[in-house]
T-cell receptor, first 116, second 113 residues
């Protein structure tokens, strides 16, 4: 049973346009969400996070939106650049419960290609 | 970049042989994790450690064991490797809690023939 779902395996966007990556979750206990970016042959790198007490968090070109009622979050990249081409993983945890509930659960990833 | 190294970076081995992967950190972080990444599965937690000699199982722990005798080192052992354990293995560390931001190592690509 997949608790964190990234239903789009791939996304192609033109340079300068907005990239929107989506993530859905099923576990209502999740209260902390993160996005990681991964280039080939490298480890994932942390991009941005959001707590369930917020519905938006922004860091430069990256904004994460959280819709708790829909159990949905999205990552917006504006403007998209060729260097953003990577696999993006959504992750979630039930931080306030602690213990093993606090471990991160990852989605399968979405491969973003930004074309010049 | 967080100071995390993994060794070896690549390994090819045969079914039934033991394999040990090493994760070394220079950040003095308390928490360390082992994940595997497979096509169609994303990242899945194998084992994690919340201190020296303190470890626990993750989602896909069968066939794996871990040890942590020093803060800086976290070892993942496949006692008898199987082809289903062919994967890319990532180590991660975090400072304060299970859900603090995790920083990942560069990965080890393991092929079991």
């Amino acid at each position: 049973d997949q608790q964190v779902k990234q239903n789009s395996p791939s996304l192609s966007v033109q340079e300068g346009r907005i990239s929107i990556l989506n993530c859905d979750y099923t576990n209502s206990m999740f209260d902390y969400f993160l996005w990681y970016k991964k280039y080939p042959a490298e480890g994932p790198t942390f991009l941005i996070s959001i707590s369930s007490i917020k519905d938006k968090n922004e860091d430069g070109r990256f904004t994460v939106f959280l819709n708790k009622s829909a159990k949905h979050l999205s990552l917006h990249i504006v403007p998209s650049q060729p260097g953003d081409s990577a696999v993006y993983f959504c992750a979630a945890s039930a931080r306030r419960y602690g213990g093993s509930q606090g471990n991160l659960i990852f989605g399968k990833g979405t491969k973003l290609s930004v074309k010049p | 970049d967080a100071g995390i190294t993994q060794s070896p970076r690549h390994k090819v081995t045969e079914t039934g042989t033991p394999v040990t992967l090493r994760c070394h950190q220079t950040e003095n972080h308390r928490y360390m994790y082992w994940y595997r990444q497979d096509p169609g599965h994303g990242l899945r937690l194998i084992h994690y450690s919340y201190g020296v000699k303190d470890t626990d199982k993750g989602e896909v722990s069968d066939g794996y064991s871990v040890s942590r005798s020093k803060t800086e080192d976290f070892l993942l052992t496949l006692e008898s490797a199987t082809s289903s354990q062919t994967s890319v293995y990532f180590c991660a560390i975090s400072e304060d809690s299970y859900t603090d931001t995790q920083y990942f190592g560069p990965g080890t690509r393991l092929t079991v023939l």
